[in-house]
């Protein structure tokens, strides 16, 4: 039995998609650390810091639940 021509096709990409996609997870959670750590460290030394760091966190984790309402929205009426 032979391997389907698509198949193949995509197990000779796997490792370029694997290691793209590794590169930009690393590339996110590298800017994330570089972004979050500085932050919290001042929020911990500054109380009035903490607050409106706390309400930007909370609604930038907001905007993606959001946003997948807003896709799926027309699915559930449909329902």
Do not use: E
């Amino acid at each position: 039995m032979s391997i389907d021509p698509r198949v193949a096709d995509a197990i000779a990409r796997l490792p370029d998609y694997l290691g793209n996609h590794v590169i930009v997870s690393l590339t996110a959670l590298v800017l994330g650390l570089a972004l979050s750590l500085p932050l919290a460290i001042a929020a911990t030394r500054r109380a009035s810091l903490r607050w409106p760091l706390l309400a930007t966190a909370s609604l930038v984790q907001t905007i993606p639940g959001l946003a997948l309402l807003a896709l799926f929205y027309p699915l559930l009426l449909g329902l």
